[in-house]
């Protein structure tokens, strides 16, 4: 699949736009199910960070959209109730694997949990799969279990932690299934010889590999990272200008992919996500 014109490192959407986006994705992506009562607005602007006028502005658009409705006596609730997937999807003749990389806070865990939800795939994510023994391991290391920038952890355990996501995706591929993989990927996707490598791999299984980048501006990432409250980005947070200097915005990894962009501006999600299984469904 061809790569998208990149965006403008500069191109920033609206504060309330990045509230609605990000609660949309978590509707879209089932971590908001139906009937789930939502903050006030006062509680979501504090939770945001920001003043009630973006909150409260992020909601009236939600609600427009049909994703939030207000009742009487309960309050603003999430009314996606069309949101479980048709048991129709069929099983692709050929294993299918969904590679999705992206930086922290891009929404990848996110597109990878909305494409679960309507192929029926397995999914898999690298923290939910790993994190409970890297974070056993960093500490019998004597290193802190959040860490996640030193030598340790990125030369030591991060190369193991890799590895055994990829084979979980072998095994499962063996088996006839297809998958979704999420994690960074940073370092392997700028690997031509990883990518090569893991192309080869999967199609000795006789699998179909399908790269997929998710781009996303800064503000929208930020407000991902902190809307997670998870104990690795603390380093990222707390020293956010040194960390988002160090990111490529306009990655682009070294091998044929998609590009998904996550940015407050952009398309829905949800809508990207139908159409890329559109599309692997014509290959």
């Not at 986006?21 to 789930?36: C, S």
């Not at 990848?108 to 949990?113: F, V």
């Not at 030591?156 to 590895?163: A, D, G, K, L, S």
Request: net charge negative.
């Amino acid at each position: 699949m061809s790569t998208p014109s990149t965006r403008p490192e500069a191109n920033r959407g609206p504060m309330w736009s990045v509230i609605a986006r990000t609660i949309r994705n978590e509707i879209e992506a089932g971590r908001l199910r139906h009937g789930q009562p939502l903050p006030s607005t006062r509680a979501l602007a504090d939770q945001f960070g920001v003043s009630v006028d973006p909150a409260l502005r992020a909601m009236r658009e939600l609600e427009k959209e049909g994703l939030v409705v207000t009742k009487d006596r309960v309050g603003r609730i999430v009314n996606n109730p069309d949101a479980e997937p048709s048991q129709s999807s069929a099983t692709p003749t050929v294993p299918q694997v969904v590679l999705i990389g992206g930086y922290a806070g891009s929404g990848k865990t996110e597109l990878g949990r909305i494409l679960a939800r309507r192929s029926h795939w397995p999914m898999l994510d690298k923290d939910t799969t790993t994190r409970p023994v890297v974070e056993a391991a960093l500490e019998q290391l004597g290193v802190a279990p959040s860490d996640r920038e030193s030598d340790v952890y990125l030369n030591v355990i991060r190369p193991t932690e890799y590895e055994a996501l990829m084979s979980t995706m072998s095994e499962n591929v063996a088996c006839g299934n297809s998958a979704i993989v999420t994690a960074p990927f940073i370092r392997e996707l700028s690997d031509r010889a990883w990518c090569e490598r893991t192309a080869a791999s999967i199609s000795s299984l006789n699998a179909e590999l399908h790269v997929v980048w998710v781009r996303c501006d800064e503000p929208t990432m930020k407000t991902y990272i902190k809307q997670r409250g998870a104990a690795r980005d603390s380093n990222k947070l707390s020293n956010w200008d040194q960390y988002i200097a160090s990111v490529d915005l306009n990655f682009t990894p070294a091998i044929e992919h998609t590009v998904i962009d996550n940015s407050a501006d952009a398309s829905p999600l949800q809508d990207q996500a139908i159409e890329l299984l559109r599309q692997l469904a014509d290959r």
